[in-house]
């Protein structure tokens, strides 16, 4: 049954697409060109991700749907291993999760936009976050209909910039081969294939989205595995279709190192003045993944709030049953990033740091499966290859960031060790289970 404090089936499947399809695609390609000269190579990437986020939504439909209760990796962890570790993943969710990726959508919307405003990144990110947040202060009914409509906007663009190279013939295509060449295997069992996978993860971050409104979904056995999955899937497709465009409208040499590929892409295809437009159309649809992060991520504080009586007030909820305070404080933190970072510094930071908690998530299916619980929950397909496949690709990739970089790793650790002392306080009061 649909209620005003529900959100429908496809409220959750554009939460997904538009969680997933964010800066990540229009920035990822600039930094994976120069490693993996191939086009082939390149949409075999971006396969591979699509292939490790579909298993581990599958994963998640499994557990989601057996623990039946929002929250995502805060609810699953705690559950199945350890409040610590739970609380461990709702803190680096809020703090790198979700206002860490919305400090950087803001930031992209910025930069698609200062020059037609003609105001600053920040100023244009900041406000970006403010009117998003307003909006979805007032409810899911009015939060909804926006993340539909924004998500509506964007894959229409997105569908655009698709197939409109194919039909405008003034400019030269590329030579890129998209066929498997001598030497494609050597670059796909390469470092640097492991690392282009980092931004890879990052564009793809977001398709567990649905899992953290479980428990305001109508009919959440049914629709949440569908959103999960079916969001998943189509953003795949969208990526592979998307990233050959690219690769077929630019050359490697206009890509590499660029931040901004739609820009990149847009003013080759129809020229500065039509381009200008495009960079106008593509900050606002960036909206849809701010929105869309925006009704998440308070989700996971409100969670705690209800476990912990010192986090007591993220749970409180306004009038139109939103949890205004873990909105608001997301929104805080969110524009405090803004101000002191980059978007570049934050990709690899937010993929690894996520990527540990959604692998012991992954891993927690195998436990719930020991419990033999009988409730009517989705069963995963191919049991157990999707977590397996999940797993083994997520632990490569962090592998060879460890070896490349190891300060990720160090910095992803350092920042749980503030959220373990809160951890260790907050149980001094937390609220005894009924």
Known sequence: MTTAKNYTLTVAITLVIANMIGTGVFTSLGYQVGDLPSGFVILVLWLLGGIVAVSGALTYAEIATTLKKSGGEYLYLSKIFHPVLGFLSGWMSALVGFAGAISAVAIAIGEYSTEALGISIKVIAVFAIILVS????????????????????????????????????SVSKTDIHFLPQPGDWDLIVSRGFAISLVFVVYAYTGWNASAYIAGNLDNPSRSLPTSLVLGTV????????????????????????????GNVVAYKLFGSKIGFLFSVIFSFALLSTLSAMTIAGPRVTEAMGEDYALLKSFSVKNKYHMPYLAILIQAGWSIFLVLVSSFKEIIQYISVSLSIFTVLTV?????????????????IPLYPLPPIIFIICTMWMIYYVAIEDFKIILYSLGTMVPGYLLYLFANRYKEPEV
């Open 134 to 169: 307003i909006v979805h202060w007032f409810g899911v009914k009015v939060g909804g209909r926006a993340q539909t409509f924004l998500t509506g906007l964007k894959l229409s663009l997105i569908l655009f910039f698709c197939i409109a190279p194919f039909f405008i013939t």
């Open 234 to 261: 189509i953003v795949t497709v969208i990526y592979i279709s998307l990233n050959s465009m690219f690769l077929y409208t630019a050359t490697f040499q206009e890509l590499q190192g660029q931040n901004d590929i």
């Open 363 to 379: 891993l927690g299916v195998f436990f719930l499966r020991k419990q033999k619980i009988t409730n009517d929950h989705f069963k």
